[in-house]
């Protein structure tokens, strides 16, 4: 495959320095010199910690021997899966364990699972004996689109995801879109729904691509899908080198989000995964741009769009009483209030902090009952 041979090569400035980003199909695989040589150096003989999850090990596993090997000593790190493992109390188990296994200042980390595997071990790294370097090899398409890049690190409490975390960057990625081959079409779609994001703001040419594709990329096909991870990364590299720490610029990343948020908070992190939240809180946060006269052309492009990823119905135990109140708790209000990213035209967002609690309310009932029905 002719993808193979030609991966994408990105990096990421940021304030404590640069990331490394190598995106393709077979990316991972021993003798591409992209990684190789860089990664190879950048273990050394060091003490290696590689986090991941039981299910990514006995399908990935094998992967990750030539890598291995580059270590003085390898120690595997195993949590369970999703957000169930974003917890602090695990954080606490990893650091011990990391400490029973004599980790220094200059040890390693490689995280290898998906999104939560690389909030979890970002946030480890960033905290162990004040941060050591890490690694993410994303083994999902939405952390290969969206959460291993830009340095946020997090775990969960209850009823708030992503609450407690700080910025600390990886000094690579490496994005093996074959990876994604053994994934379900529900998390191809998950990760599919962060690509929409953005796209609808940031990158036209990638919406129409998506658009166009939507039915290879849906399938995993891994030539098709490296491309859109690496306009992604682009689109997102743009934003985080302007605002690295979300002071601005950067919060047009979380279209969708803060519905979406409470959506999951709602579901009990289990009910929707998180692209699926994503994409109906981008269709909450339309209704809320059209009574402002916003995006009234790419609207219906979105609502079609996102018509065919075919998502799960929203989980009927959704309350409007319940999501109010989860929407005003978001991590991403600041004392003025809460802001919300809207649509403007397409490749073009808006941050608005004015919009009245007493509107959003009046939102969420229809909303839940007919959520594609933006006019």
Known sequence: ???????????????????????????????????GEWLGEWLGARTLFVLTTPRVRRLHGSRLRPLLERGATAEILEVE?????????????????MLEAGG?????????????????????????????EYVQLPTTLL??????????????????????????????VISDTELLSTLPREEIRAGL????????????????????????LLAGDAIALAPVVAASARAKIGVVEEDPEEADRRRLLNFGHTMGHALEAAAGFGGLRHGEAVAYGMLFALRLARDRGLAAELAPRLVRLLGRFELPPLPPSLHREELVALVGRD??????????????????????HDIPMAQVEAEIAPFLASPFAVK
């Open 1 to 35: 495959m002719s993808g193979l041979r030609h991966p994408h090569l990105l990096s990421l400035r940021h304030p404590r320095g640069e990331t490394s980003i190598v995106v393709g199909a077979g990316a991972l695989e021993p003798g591409l010199t992209a990684p």
């Open 81 to 97: 899966e999703g957000e169930a493992a974003k917890r602090l109390d695990v954080a606490g188990e990893l650091w011990d364990r």
């Open 104 to 132: 220094k200042r200059d040890s390693r980390l490689l995280t290898f699972g998906g999104g939560s595997v690389g909030d979890l071990g970002g946030f480890v790294a960033g905290c162990f004996l004040r941060g050591i």
């Open 143 to 172: 952390a290969q689109v969206d959460a291993s890049l830009g340095g946020k690190t997090a775990v969960d409490r209850p009823g708030a995801k992503n609450c407690v975390g700080l910025f600390h960057h990886p000094a690579g």
């Open 193 to 216: 729904a962060e690509v929409v994001k953005m796209a609808a703001l940031l990158d036209p040419d990638l919406l129409a691509r998506v658009e166009r594709d939507l039915d290879a």
């Open 331 to 352: 991590k991403k209000a600041r004392e003025s209030g809460l802001a919300w990213v809207l649509p403007a035209k397409l490749g073009e967002g808006v941050i608005v």
